[in-house]
Nanobody, 120 residues
Framework: QVQLVESGGGLVQPGGSLRLSCAAS????????MGWYRQAPGKERELVAT???????NSADAVKGRFTISRDSAKNTVYLQMNSLKPEDTAVYYC??????????????WGQGTQVTVSS
């Protein structure tokens, strides 16, 4: 059983910063990808940023230059440093952990979500 525990969300003014953390526990494949997705009210869940266990990153154009993803693989923890926050960044942010398996294909695990609200 894999569990993801997120922390760090909250209310921040436009232009402010927040740091999200997500710690994974359980039986975790060595080769994996951890990252963040978000879902705003009335919208579909979208990718924010991901990082593989070997350090390759991917991020949405909307957050490039403002958000930075990092991870501590020894602790199975991923972080998202969010700077220059905008009201349109308001959403529930979900941590994701995934890897490929031989017979089941990709398996995904999700955190419970943490609310980020950017408002003055």
């Amino acid at each position: 059983q894999v569990q993801l525990v997120e922390s760090g969300g909250g209310l921040v003014q436009p232009g402010g910063s927040l740091r999200l953390s997500c710690a994974a526990s359980g039986s975790i494949s060595t080769n994996n990808v951890m990252g963040w997705y978000r879902q705003a009210p009335g919208k579909e869940r979208e990718l924010v940023a991901t990082m593989t266990s070997v350090g390759s990153t991917n991020s949405a154009d909307a957050v490039k230059g403002r958000f930075t993803i990092s991870r501590d693989s020894a602790k199975n923890t991923v972080y998202l440093q969010m700077n220059s926050l905008k009201p349109e960044d308001t959403a529930v942010y979900y941590c994701n952990l995934a890897w490929s398996t031989l017979y089941r294909g990709r398996v995904d695990f999700w955190g419970q979500g943490t609310q980020v609200t950017v408002s003055s």
